[in-house]
């Protein structure tokens, strides 16, 4: 079954519970739902994951903020067509870094974006705390969510 790319252009409201898979913390995800720009992966007229692009401080720089693939479409490679879509349309406007974060003991995710090419840039240290709204004692696979590792992934050089 093959699944369509395209910008999001409704309400983002609609697509919370896709939010919700990539962002443990109600608060941190209440103030990244509606920035950016979002493309999402259709298959059957039902959106099946998402990509969210958002601008950077450093100039010609974007950030990957967060994605979600459904969990019966995972290992699909429709997370890995999102990126190509994003890095594609990133190229095509300039972008010279894609950056992306993810928790260190999301070890499929940092699997994930090492295979299509980004390198660490960062560790933030205990980047995952009750001020920011995640719980405490939360785990990925018996893994303490605690820091975060920051990714980046070369488009092209500054023109």
């Given amino acids: 079954m093959s699944v369509e790319i395209a910008w999001y252009t409704g309400r983002r409201a ?7 898979l990539a962002e443990d913390s109600p608060q941190r995800l209440e103030a990244s739902l509606d ?8 298959a059957n007229r039902e959106i099946v994951a998402y990509l969210q692009l ?9 950030e990957l903020r967060s994605m979600a693939v459904v969990e019966h479409r995972q290992r699909t490679g429709v997370g890995r067509a999102l990126v190509a879509r994003a890095v594609a349309e990133c190229r ?6 894609l950056l992306v974060a993810t928790a260190s ?5 940092l699997r994930f974006y090492q295979r299509l090419g980004f390198r660490t840039l960062r560790i933030e240290r205990d980047a995952f705390t009750a001020a920011d709204g995640y719980s405490d004692g939360l785990t990925i696979d018996g ?15 500054p023109t």
Avoid: M
Wanted: charged fraction near 20%; glycine fraction near 6%; include cysteine.
């Fill in 14 to 20: 609609q697509l919370s519970s896709l939010f919700s």
């Fill in 92 to 97: 095509a406007e300039g972008v010279c870094t």
């Fill in 143 to 157: 893994i303490p969510l605690r820091d975060r590792v920051w990714l980046t992934l070369p488009l092209q050089q």
């Fill in 54 to 62: 958002v601008e950077s401080d450093k100039r010609h720089e974007v």
């Fill in 105 to 109: 003991a999301a070890t499929g995710n």
């Fill in 35 to 42: 920035r950016g720009r979002v493309l999402v992966a259709t």
